[in-house]
């Protein structure tokens, strides 16, 4: 509306009228008015596709009934009635903008914030379908997929097809006849598995010309695309003498079509150029010697990047022949052939084709044939259109009299098949009167092809300039639920599968079951012909079994198995074969025994009542008495036998034997022990037995035993052997045992130990002293023990080594200084004598003490370095001083390196010299003042390692130099470290924390990294971006096309958030102001007052407030 128009007597209506209003606008008379609309904006919920939705919105500050509506579009399956209640079932899934307006009866209108309604997927779970159990041949109930959402499609698959249920099917299953045509039950699994789709919204790609092929890849849930291709425009060409113009380039085809396609699918795209002077386009435009190239044609490939793999084309347009040249003394106009137009057409003949001078045009792929003239001066020949690229146009000749290269004809289009290129002129009329070039002719459009496509449409002439090639789809939401499975079970008709049965055996328990199989339920078994031996019996379960004693005959019966979940029946006659009794001696092994062992029983046994009988096959070694008692003759082997012949009612039992042997009873034989004093004559010698049987003695030995000695009266004491030999038997196992004559000896008097030196920390095997013994034996000689006993306490600490007493550790002079021992002197006839020593140990200076020194890494630095010592002592002496002392093998890293201590404790500081990195190892030494007699230690060292790392050095480069205009984007890049920190400053617009650094800063701004490196060192490096207030990155869109595409809704201006003070008023043509806006953020959408202006040019000022200056510029506002 137009205030101003209005008149003075109608002001004040206006003003009473528009109190109400949300909006706020300015008046003629200069007063701005404003209205309180509110509309409340409640949490808005999540909503579920296939599942009623309801949300209520609310407003205040309202005059009257409010009236709600909504400048967004709604998902499908909702409403927003005037009442304000968004409602419905949403049938699409996703996140939706929402704006809600409210208006009042003053027309007044409130608008809410933008929501994002979001849509969720339904949880697919139906009701369980429960499993079924069918007999053969009978029918299924049907299966009901139900309790799933709106719009569910059920998918299922069987994985037993023979039952008479297909493998696989969409939807509820009816009833069916199942089979069973094997002798097992069936199971068929059923896989369930729901899904729901929902149309997701449209959208598009455009590739233009770029020289290269483009590629594009099929996004998620898109299976067909509608693809349109613009032919590349074919160049003019060049102009002749006078008024012979050259012949327009033809317009490149247009071809539409759907092509099926799948998900993740690569589709090649190459977009046509167009053609040049003497230039085919890209992509199959045909070139020209110095007339019109063909344009490119536009096409699509699926599966590789070949011709072969095109599935549609738009044909490009053939280029325009040029003008002919003529003499001034009398002009013709001879023009150019055209260019013909994608998709196949024919370029048109230039002037005078076919007679003298002309160059006629292309048709189709063919090329153009040669103009001719006098004296035989044709024109070149032209190309022929191939496969994908069009012919070359022909030239036109050249001599003296003439222009050069004037009447050369147009190159073809590029295409499915190229066109051909036109023909070149020849030279002069018909009759010579004029020796000038004629017209060449244009070359042909390249054809179309919509063989990989359907539904396609194919339109001539349309594209102008390069082509273009536009992919439309849709791209589907689909989920699938959770498989799950239910089973049927056809079982098969009913059948014995116990075809005969085991014989029976008189007398011997036996069991057989009968097993039918089938039906759906359990079998009752019955005998219904014939009958059983006595004592066998049939349970309902089908078990025969029990004992008989009937005679050896063939019984028939008959069987029937009735079942009863199909309540069917089968009947089978057996035979069962009563068999004569068996009888089975059972004979286990008899353990060895001994001569003179008393009688024992054979022992075996018959599983029926009858006696057995035994045998022996060697009476020399055991007889058979009382029937069935073994009685043992002598050592030896023999073997037993056991039988039974049988009787009328039983098989002879199958004889059992074993071997039984007889062992030699053990018989020891041994000498009799004697002693004598040395020098004395041998004793007579004696031999005792153990082991004869009672009423035996040696005298039932084959052999008497021999008894001897090797002592005489010259030996020296000790003991000798009575050896016992010669002694023989059939039933004794002998033993021979020696005894022992003992020549007896006189026993040590006297053990002396001679100490030497003990010092302390002495190795073990130090000699404590030497040992020597006397005896009244002057031949004896001695040898040495430590013993247990009295006077044994500190036995554990020495050892003995022929007469020489040894320490078995290292004595500590502080801990112990006295040791007892007992020691025992042996004579070589084994006579002793025990005795207890003291050992003294001497002092020694032992080691001063220093506990570890921790290792050191640290990055290079001037800063005083203090390292603290513990654990320093003398050692165990107490009373002794210390002194500390320090060393380095690296002195060059130091400017400082020193240590001092007091009581236990120290410091060791050290100081680097500026710059220094590397290794150093530093050794610190303790000494004692307790000297190093007798191998005392005075001094003790420790050795650690200080490592020290180098700091990094960062530096920072700008891709866009160190001033850049405000609103451009920098990106800053750091070296010299590992990792880097950038500070927190203006502009950032990346991580912190990455070597590159993007930022877009409004005002001149230091930038700080801190870098580390592998060491974990760190330095710190700033650089600093000037920002310059140019308005070089401000970029003012001029166009404004409100259609709610999503393109160009807004006006926008790049870069205006830079200038916060900015302020924007816009003005249509008359001068008015239609919109104004102080710190303008992109929101205006040509809307005046909530109405919306006419398409029109409109005029805006930006002044972006003090110091900065004003922008003015124009906006064109297009609606369609």
Request: with cysteine; aromatic share 8%.
């Amino acid at each position: 509306m137009n205030y101003s128009a209005l008149k003075m007597s109608y002001v004040f209506m206006l003003f009473v009228f528009t109190m109400f209003c949300q909006q706020s606008f300015a008046l003629s008379t200069g007063h701005t008015i404003f209205c309180p609309i509110t509309v409340v904006n409640p949490v808005i919920t999540t909503a579920t596709a296939s599942t009623p939705f309801s949300q209520t919105f609310t407003s205040t500050g309202a005059t009257g009934t409010l009236t709600y509506a909504t400048t967004s579009d709604l998902p499908l399956g909702l409403t927003l009635s005037p009442t304000g209640v968004l409602s419905g079932t949403p049938m699409v899934v996703g996140t939706f903008p929402l704006i809600v307006t409210a208006t009042d009866v003053t027309n007044c209108i409130g608008t809410s914030v933008v929501y994002n309604l979001v849509i969720n997927f339904p949880v697919l779970t139906g009701n369980t379908v429960p499993n079924q159990v069918i007999c053969n041949t009978g029918s299924t109930t049907p299966v009901v997929f139900s309790g799933y959402p709106l719009g569910t499609i059920v998918n299922w698959t069987n994985n037993s097809p023979s039952i008479g249920l297909a493998a696989s099917g969409t939807g509820n299953i009816s009833a069916f006849t199942a089979t069973n045509v094997t002798r097992t039950p069936v199971v068929a699994t059923v896989t369930v598995t729901p899904s729901i789709t929902y149309v997701g919204s449209s959208s598009s790609q455009t590739f233009s010309y770029t020289g290269a092929v483009q590629s594009w890849i099929v996004p998620p849930g898109v299976t067909s695309v509608i693809v349109e291709t613009y032919g590349a425009q074919g160049a003019a060409g060049i102009n002749g003498g006078g008024s012979s113009t050259g012949g327009t380039g033809g317009k490149g085809g247009y071809v539409k079509g759907t092509l099926t396609v799948t998900p993740g699918q690569v589709l090649n795209v190459y977009v046509g150029g167009a053609g040049a002077t003497s230039t085919g386009g890209y992509n199959g435009g045909g070139g020209s010697f110095n007339a019109g190239g063909g344009g490119g044609a536009s096409d699509v490939r699926v599966g590789g990047v070949n011709l072969a793999n095109r599935v549609i084309v738009a044909g490009g347009g053939g280029g325009g022949g040029n003008g002919g040249n003529y003499a001034s003394v009398a002009p013709l106009i001879m023009l150019g052939g055209n260019g013909g137009s994608g998709n196949g057409g024919n370029g048109t003949n230039g002037a005078n084709s076919g007679a003298g001078g002309g160059g006629q045009g292309a048709s189709g792929s063919v090329g153009g044939a040669t103009g001719y003239g006098c004296g035989g001066l044709f024109g070149a020949v032209s190309g022929v259109g191939t496969t994908g690229a069009g012919g070359v146009g022909g030239k036109g000749p050249t001599f003296t009299q003439g222009a050069i290269g004037s009447g050369a004809g147009g190159g073809g289009g590029g295409g499915f098949v190229g066109g051909g290129g036109g023909g070149g002129a020849g030279v002069g009329t018909v009759t010579c009167q004029y020796n000038d070039n004629g017209a060449g002719g244009g070359g042909a459009g390249g054809t179309s092809y919509i063989g990989g496509v359907s539904g396609a449409t194919v339109t001539n002439d349309v594209q102008s300039g390069n082509g273009l090639v536009t992919f439309t789809y849709q791209a589907n939401d689909t989920n699938s639920g959770t498989p799950t499975t239910f089973n049927i079970t056809v079982n098969p008709t009913p059948e014995f599968t116990t075809t005969t049965l085991a014989q029976a055996t008189l007398g011997v328990a036996y069991s057989e079951t009968l097993v039918a199989t089938g039906g759906s339920g359990t079998f009752n078994y019955a005998v219904t012909g014939g009958a059983l031996p006595t004592g066998i019996t049939l349970s309902t379960t089908g078990v025969l079994s029990g004992t008989t004693s009937d005679p050896a005959l063939a019984y028939s019966f008959t069987v029937t198995a009735t079942e009863n979940g199909c309540n069917l029946s089968v009947s089978k006659t057996y035979t069962l074969t009563l068999n004569k009794g068996n009888q089975v001696i059972t004979f286990n092994a008899l353990p060895a025994k001994t001569y003179g062992d008393v009688d024992f029983a054979a022992g075996a046994t018959i599983d029926i009542p009858n006696t057995i009988s035994y045998t022996s096959s060697n009476t020399a070694v055991a007889t058979i008495v009382s029937g069935n008692m073994i009685h043992i003759v002598g050592a030896g082997a023999t073997i037993i036998t056991a039988s039974q012949a049988g009787n009328a009612s039983y098989n002879a039992a199958a004889s059992k034997t074993i071997n039984l042997s007889i062992n030699k009873k053990a018989l020891t034989i041994t000498g009799v022990d004697k002693s004598r004093p040395q020098g004395a004559a041998n004793p007579a010698l004696t031999a005792g037995y153990v082991g004869f049987i009672t009423g035996e003695d040696n005298s039932n030995l084959l052999t008497q035993a021999a008894l001897s000695t090797t002592a005489t009266t010259a030996s020296v004491p000790g003991p000798y052997p009575i050896l016992v030999s010669g002694a023989t038997s059939n039933n004794y196992e002998i033993t021979f045992r020696n005894g022992t004559l003992t020549v007896t000896p006189a026993t040590p008097t006297s053990v002396t130990l001679l100490a030497a030196k003990l010092f302390e920390n002495r190795p073990i095997g130090t000699m404590a002293g030497t040992l020597s013994s006397t005896s009244d034996d002057p031949a004896a000689t001695f040898t040495y023990t430590l013993v247990s006993g009295t006077g044994s306490t500190d036995n554990a600490s020495f050892s003995i080594s022929g007469n020489q007493i040894l320490s078995a550790q290292s004595f500590d002079f502080e801990t112990k200084k006295i040791y007892n021992v007992r020691l025992r002197t042996t004579t070589q006839y084994g006579l002793f004598l025990e005795q207890t020593f003291t050992i003294s140990i001497d002092d020694v200076n032992e080691a001063p003490t220093l506990a570890t020194i921790a290792g050191q890494e640290i990055c290079t630095t001037t800063m005083t370095q203090n390292i603290a010592l513990s654990g320093i002592s003398a050692g165990p002496e107490t009373g002794q001083t210390t002194t500390l002392t320090v060393v380095s093998n690296n002195a060059a890293l130091f400017d400082d390196l020193s240590v001092s201590g007091s009581g236990t404790t120290g410091s060791l500081v050290y100081k680097l010299k500026s710059g220094a990195s590397g290794v150093a190892t530093i050794t610190v030494t303790v000494k004692d003042n307790g000297g190093t007699g007798n191998s005392g230690t005075d001094s003790f060292s420790r050795t650690f390692n200080v490592m020290i790392y180098a700091l990094p050095t960062p530096s920072i480069s700008s891709d866009k130099g160190i001033e850049v205009s405000k609103g451009e984007i920098v990106k800053l890049t750091a070296t010299g470290g590992t990792t880097y920190s950038w500070a927190s400053a203006n502009g950032i617009t990346s991580e912190r924390n990455a070597a590159t650094l993007t930022i877009r800063p409004s005002v001149t701004t230091t930038y700080t990294v801190t870098a580390t490196n592998a060491n974990g060192c760190t330095e710190s490096f700033s650089f600093t971006i000037k920002v310059l207030s140019d308005f070089a990155k401000l970029n003012v869109t001029n166009i404004l096309t409100p259609n709610g595409d999503g393109f160009n809704d807004k006006w926008l201006i790049y870069n205006i958030d830079l200038y916060p003070d900015n302020e924007v008023k816009v003005y249509d043509r008359a001068g008015r102001l239609v919109y104004s806006k102080r710190g303008y953020d992109n929101s205006w959408d040509g809307s005046y007052n909530g109405s919306q202006l006419a398409e029109s040019t409109y005029y805006y000022v930006i002044d972006f407030g003090s110091g900065f200056g004003k922008l003015k510029g124009f906006i064109t506002l297009v609606r369609d």
